[in-house]
Structure formats: structure tokens, C-alpha cells
């Protein structure tokens, strides 16, 4: 199968999912009904599928393709299959950001005040790293970096849930960290789109680059590819799309890990080929994992992160253990 048959089928898989996310939710409307309402707007139908599902089944294209695509980009860059988009300290640094907005109160006070905290806080992710790594950083003192940041991260934030000033603080934050797409609205959608999409062309950008780059660190630099710039991109990018994704949903792991794993071997070695197709892939997960947290256990709030995690968990450790058997080869 060629590679734009592959993105076709992603895309028709993606535009599919996306209409039946529209379509499957608590309140029960026909196929015609609510074509009829999202056109419209009028009526309760028209409010459930323009104020509620909409910005859902938006966001879930906008945080899935994130998350896939900044997945890609980073794997490719640190040409390591088990690296994911959180691994810079992101995606932790924006959770602490949100966090402390739900601790001192300003999200009740302000609507946008938890997705901008979580901005703020994968902003100054990025310039720790950055700095920490230094200019002329290899890849592994960047994930060292990472690593050190998302540990302080995660721990502030054990912190500020453990000064939680009532239980009801508390809960809110430790649903908040489990990751969902539901009670959503377009606010979000505008906020984290241009964030994600400018991410995403930054990303896109560097496929060149990271195709270079899989020959070797020396042999990329050999053939013209600027390496400082190269890193900056892939961070930088890396880091609009995933602490966009955050501040709007919460946590929702092993997307940027999976997905490329899954579409490597069917587009090639070539990380350019790869990095619109987990764009794609990453989509089409996220709005499947949504559907089935509504139909699973459709009188409860099922989190979108929890689900991620177990379908997501023993797939890393298949990995793993298909590379220690690969090493020891």
C-alpha cells in the first residue's frame, strides 16, 4: 500500500470517527435529527450538538493529532521508538500550571484561567530545558533535562494536591489530571488551536532534518543540517502542541507513544513520512478512545487519561520486552 493511500485512509478514518463522535452521547438523536440541529442550532438538540459535542469531537482531533505528531517528531529526533512527547517535561510542567490554578481558585474567577496556567507552565518548561541542555546539547543531556524537570513537576504538583485547602479542591485536581474531553466548549477549541497548529507546521517543518538525522548526529550535521536549529524546532514545536493539549484536557498519556510505533513500519523508516500519518493516527485514537468512554460506562465519567493508560500501558511493556529480546539477538 503507497503512502497517500495510507493518509487517505487515515483521514477517511478520522472524518468518520469525528462524525460519530458527533452523533453517539447520552441523548438520544437520529442520524437526521441531528444533522438537522448542528445546522440549525436551534432547539436543545441544537445546543447539544453545537455547545457540547462539537468542541468534543474538535478538540479531540486537535489534542489527538498533537500528541501524535509531537510523538513523531521526537522519537524521530531522539531516534528512540520508547520516547513520547511528555519527555521533555512538558506536558508535567503544564499540569503544575493548571494545578495551581485550581489550588489558589482562579479558574472559578476567570473560564480561561486553568488552560492559560497550563500554558504558562510548558512555556517555562521550555525555557528550563533549553537552558539546562545549553546550545550545543546532545540528545541525551536534553533528556536528562527532561527527565530532572518532569520529576520536579510531578512532584509540586503531589505537593500542591497534598496543601489542598478543602477535599473538593482536591478531588477537582486529581480529575482534572486524569484527562477527558467532556464539559468543553469552543473557548477552548480557539484557545488551543493556534497553538497546536502552529506547532504543527513548526514540527512539519523539520522533516527534512530529522530524516538526515537518522543517519547519525555527524553525518546530519555533514549534510547541511543545522542541529542547534534543528533541536529548537522539534522542542519548541514539541512543546506548543503538548502543553496546548494539556491546558484543555488534562493528562492523556501514551497517544504520542503508540501511535507512531504503530504506523512506522506501514509508511517507512522516514520520519517525514511519518509525521503527518501520526498526525492522522493520533486523531483517530483520540476520538476512539472518547467514543468508547461514553459507551463503556455511559452513567459514569469514565476519564479519557485512564482509558489511554491501560489500553496504552501493556503496549509499552510489549515494546520493551520485543527490544530486550532484539538486543540480546
Known amino acids: 500500500m503507497n503512502y497517500r493511500m495510507i493518509l487517505g485512509l487515515l483521514a ?35 445546543m447539544v450538538l453545537r455547545e457540547i459535542r462539537l468542541p468534543r469531537a474538535l478538540l479531540g482531533v486537535l489534542v489527538g493529532g498533537a ?8 522519537q524521530g529526533f531522539l531516534r528512540n521508538p520508547l520516547a513520547e512527547p511528555g519527555l521533555i517535561g512538558t506536558s508535567g510542567s503544564a ?45 541525551l543531556t536534553l533528556i536528562l533535562a527532561g527527565v530532572a524537570l518532569s520529576a520536579l513537576a510531578g512532584a509540586l504538583t503531589a505537593l500542591v494536591l497534598n ?3 478543602s477535599p473538593y479542591a482536591a478531588a ?37 532534518g530529522l530524516d538526515a538525522l537518522t543517519l547519525g548526529e555527524d553525518a546530519a550535521a555533514s549534510l547541511g543540517v543545522s542541529l542547534a536549529r534543528l ?32 504506523l512506522r513500519r506501514a509508511v517507512g523508516a522516514r520520519p517525514s513520512r511519518l509525521l503527518p500519518a501520526s498526525a492522522l493516527g493520533g486523531a483517530a485514537m483520540l476520538l476512539a478512545a472518547d467514543i468508547a468512554t461514553r459507551l463503556i460506562v455511559p452513567e459514569r465519567d469514565l476519564k ?26
Not at 67 to 74: I, K, N, S
Not at 131 to 136: D, K, V
Not at 239 to 260: D, I, N, R, S
Request: with cysteine; net charge positive; aromatic share 4%.
Open 231 to 262: 533541536r529548537l524546532g522539534v522542542v519548541v514545536g514539541s512543546a506548543m502542541m503538548v502543553g496546548a493539549a494539556t491546558a484543555v484536557t488534562g493528562a492523556v498519556g501514551f497517544v504520542g507513544l503508540v501511535v507512531p510505533h504503530l
Open 12 to 46: 477517511a478514518l478520522v472524518v468518520a470517527l469525528f462524525c460519530a463522535s458527533l452523533l453517539i452521547g447520552s441523548s438520544n438523536l437520529g442520524l437526521r435529527e441531528s444533522l438537522s440541529a448542528l445546522t440549525s442550532g436551534e432547539g436543545v438538540a441544537g
Open 172 to 208: 477537582e485536581i486529581v480529575f482534572w489530571l486524569m484527562g477527558s474531553l467532556a464539559d468543553r466548549s469552543m473557548l477552548h477549541v480557539t484557545l488551543a488551536a493556534p497553538f497546536v497548529l502552529a506547532g504543527g507546521a513548526l514540527l512539519l517543518a523539520q522533516g527534512r
Open 95 to 139: 499540569a503544575l500550571g493548571a494545578v495551581i490554578a485550581i489550588h489558589t481558585g482562579a479558574y472559578a474567577a476567570f473560564a480561561l484561567a486553568l488552560p492559560l496556567a497550563a500554558l504558562m507552565g510548558a512555556g517555562v518548561a521550555v525555557a528550563l530545558v533549553m537552558a539546562l541542555a545549553g546550545r550545543e546539547a546532545r540528545a
Open 163 to 165: 496543601l489542598a485547602p
Open 67 to 74: 500528541l501524535g505528531l509531537a510523538g513523531a517528531a521526537m
Open 304 to 329: 479519557l487519561g485512564v482509558l489511554t493508560a491501560l489500553v496504552g500501558a501493556p503496549f509499552l511493556l510489549r515494546m520493551i520486552r520485543q527490544q530486550a529480546k532484539e538486543g540480546g539477538a
